[in-house]
């Protein structure tokens, strides 16, 4: 079955670059039924949406993280990735990877509007810190 | 930005009870675009229920949702000892973001 496993540092710097990568595994990540996702949870909070990614390269982003926020995909390597720069303690998190179901008929996909998160990674712990 | 408030924040219950879980959205969201997610501690959430009513691949049917406009509400008919957990629910609006709400505790009495 489809498995998603995030890699990446557990420990980033202030004002430093925050990489993840998400690998999928069991399936192909250019299957267009599908969009790939992060997802953060702050420690002791809910859960944050940060963007998806679409095999094609086009990208959704949570306004609030748009301005320095790149989601990316290597269909190659069935990977995607996530480079958010100048962080701060307040992005100290388990970033989480995801599929993201679509409505789909035996045709065509709905453009907009998603069944959910159906699929995650374990989780990665991030911390921001000198 | 559409803002899920769910309640109660705690729910204490016994194994074998009702349990029901609300979610109410700032603004009315498409039925189609209602997840419920369930987090145990130290694991990914796990996707329960989407468009509102319809159980994910391989949940109990003990699990059921229901809703629509701006107030959904998750049930779990009989609750078994690994249904203690967090609860959220999320939504896709007609924009962005996809947000969550704030959880609910489901812990045992």
């Known amino acids: 079955q489809v498995q998603l496993q995030e890699s990446g540092p557990g420990l980033v710097k202030p004002s430093q670059t925050l990489s993840l990568t998400c690998t999928v595994s069991g399936g192909s990540i250019s299957n267009g039924g599908f969009y790939w996702s992060w997802i953060r949870q702050l420690p002791g909070k809910g859960l944050e949406w940060i963007g998806y990614?679409?095999?094609?390269?086009?990208?959704y982003y949570n306004p609030s993280l748009k301005s320095r926020l790149t989601i990316s995909v290597d269909t190659s390597k069935n990977q995607f990735s996530l480079k958010l720069p100048s962080v701060t303690a307040a992005d100290t998190a388990v970033y989480f990877c995801a599929r993201v179901d679509r409505y789909c008929s035996s045709t065509s996909c709905k453009m907009g509007g998603i069944k959910g998160f159906a699929i995650w990674g374990q989780g990665t712990k991030v911390t921001v810190s000198s | 930005e559409i803002v899920l408030t769910q309640s109660p924040g705690t729910l204490s219950l016994s194994p074998g009870e009702r349990a029901t879980l609300s979610c109410r959205a700032s603004q009315s969201v498409n039925s189609s675009y209602l997840a419920w997610y369930q987090q145990t501690p130290g694991q990914a959430p796990r996707l329960l229920i989407f468009g509102a009513s319809s159980r994910a691949s391989g949940i109990p049917d003990r699990f059921s949702g229901s809703g629509s406009g701006t107030d959904f509400i998750l049930t779990i008919s009989r609750l078994e000892p690994e249904d203690f957990a967090v609860y959220y629910c999320?939504?896709?609006?007609?924009?962005?973001?996809?947000?969550f709400g704030q959880g609910t505790r489901l812990e045992i009495k």
């Open positions: 999320q939504q896709y609006g007609n924009s962005l973001p996809i947000t």
């Open positions: 990614i679409y095999y094609s390269g086009i990208t």
